[in-house]
């Protein structure tokens, strides 16, 4: 196996190498946000065995010395996967003086380098003399990292889709954030008059046992809808965290009532002494390079923005998106009961008969004893690895000279009997 060699590995199948020739990525626009589905060439190049017969180098194309070190990666397996080794190298070399911490990049610059003069028998051969297990297994995450980069950027979600769990998001959100936790990237979605659209999306690294989060320690990611609480300055944080940070209201009421346990789950940076992470190689927080985190945290109001984090994200076309008329109906009685003060007929709601704490069932008469004015800013989001949950927020609008606004949100479940509120609270 020669200089092939490294494209089959590193790019994993031909279906992909021609894929990235056939697809460019415009380098001034998000990463292939509104591009369509990229097809394969019908007959990919058949490249040499070895670099040392290759003309001199042809010059380095724009997008490959431009742009994210995202997007130059992926120019260096576009020039590998057409056979134009030389420009390549020279673009993995740019690459790595830009970025010296970018431990995927100073790779394929090795291999590169090894190319030139022998077959390469495999990705990361170029590092792989004399390397330890624990060398060994680095190179197994890197392989993981660039397969997952590359394939995020080949199989693009189709042109306008949105995922299928924002089911509703009234104007007052402006961003949301999906994180598909299988395919390591997290999409961030601007909602404007015209409806969502796909801003930007970037790799990013989980737990480092996987997902599916519920007790302190487990080094786990959680699933569902969360929110962010704040916008952390760096300076406040241990170096690790990078250039800042995110906290998700994890563990939310719904977690509290499944007996779910931990905190402190982040969207953070990284440590200055990497560009990026493995895929799995957090405690359970969600991790990016540092210059995607400070670009995503400079774009968000300072909480409230929703992050649904779930395994595969279901793209939809945006007027495919909706609540399930059963919900809409039961939710909208909810409302008219709780415009009413009824007690009786809002009880009927709750899966649970009620609150058993004698303050807390204060605190609950009192509160539906007075009724709000009327309700605004619905939004409604689900995630799909817990079926038959969705996540309602909205605001109360106060009543009288004294009323003030209050933002509410529950957590609705489908039961046998319908649709029940499992879990509430005020955000605020």
């Not at 480092?208 to 944080?237: A, I, N």
């Not at 990497?274 to 210059?291: F, H, I, K, Q, W």
């Not at 779930?310 to 009961?337: H, S, Y």
Request: aromatic share 6%; charged share 25%; net charge neutral.
């Amino acid at each position: 196996m020669g200089a092939a060699g490294l494209v089959a590995t590193a790019l994993l199948s031909s279906n992909v190498a021609s894929s990235l020739i056939a697809a460019p990525v415009e380098p001034d626009s998000p990463v292939g946000a509104s591009a369509p589905m990229p097809q394969p060439a019908r007959k990919p190049p058949t490249p040499p065995v070895t670099l040392v017969d290759q003309p001199l180098p042809a010059a380095v194309p724009p997008d490959a010395l431009r742009g994210s070190p995202e997007r130059r990666l992926i120019a260096v397996y576009r020039l590998l996967a057409s056979g134009r080794y030389e420009p390549a190298l020279q673009a993995a070399e740019a690459l790595v003086r830009a970025y010296p911490t970018f431990r995927l990049a100073q790779l394929v610059q090795a291999d590169l380098m090894v190319a030139r003069f022998e077959p390469l028998q495999e990705f990361g051969a170029g590092a792989r003399q004399g390397a330890d297990s624990g060398e060994r297994g680095e190179l197994m995450t890197l392989r993981d990292e660039a397969r997952l980069r590359l394939k995020a950027l080949v199989q693009r979600p189709p042109a306008g889709a949105v995922p299928a769990e924002f089911v509703s998001l009234p104007p007052s959100v402006p961003f949301a954030i999906a994180v598909d936790t299988d395919a390591a990237r997290l999409y961030l979605f601007e909602n404007g008059p015209a409806g969502l659209r796909l801003v930007d999306d970037v790799y990013v690294s989980v737990g480092k046992q996987g997902v599916d989060k519920s007790v302190e320690g487990d080094q786990r990611t959680p699933l569902g809808v969360y929110f962010t609480t704040d916008r952390l300055d760096p300076r406040s944080l241990q170096e690790r965290f990078g250039s800042g940070a995110l906290p998700l209201n994890y563990p939310n009421a719904y977690d509290k009532l499944r007996g779910r346990t931990g905190s402190g789950i982040l969207l953070h940076g990284v440590t200055a002494s990497t560009y990026s992470r493995p895929p799995l190689d957090s405690d359970g927080c969600v991790a990016m390079a540092n210059e995607d985190l400070s670009r995503l945290a400079s774009r968000l109001p300072q909480r409230d923005t929703p992050v649904v984090i779930t395994r595969q994200i279901r793209w939809v076309e945006p007027d495919k998106r909706a609540a399930p008329e059963r919900f809409q109906q039961t939710f909208a009685q909810w409302q008219q009961a709780r415009l009413r003060a009824d007690l009786s007929q809002i009880r009927e709601l709750y899966e649970q008969s009620g609150p058993q704490d004698g303050s807390a069932e204060q605190r609950f008469r009192s509160r539906v004893a007075t009724p709000p004015e009327a309700f605004g800013d619905v939004s409604v989001l689900t995630w799909h690895d817990d079926e038959g949950k969705l996540v309602v927020t909205f605001k109360e609008v106060g009543s009288g000279p004294k009323g003030r606004d209050r933002l509410m949100r529950q957590y609705w479940r489908e039961t046998r009997s319908g649709w029940r509120i499992v879990a509430e609270g005020p955000v605020r």
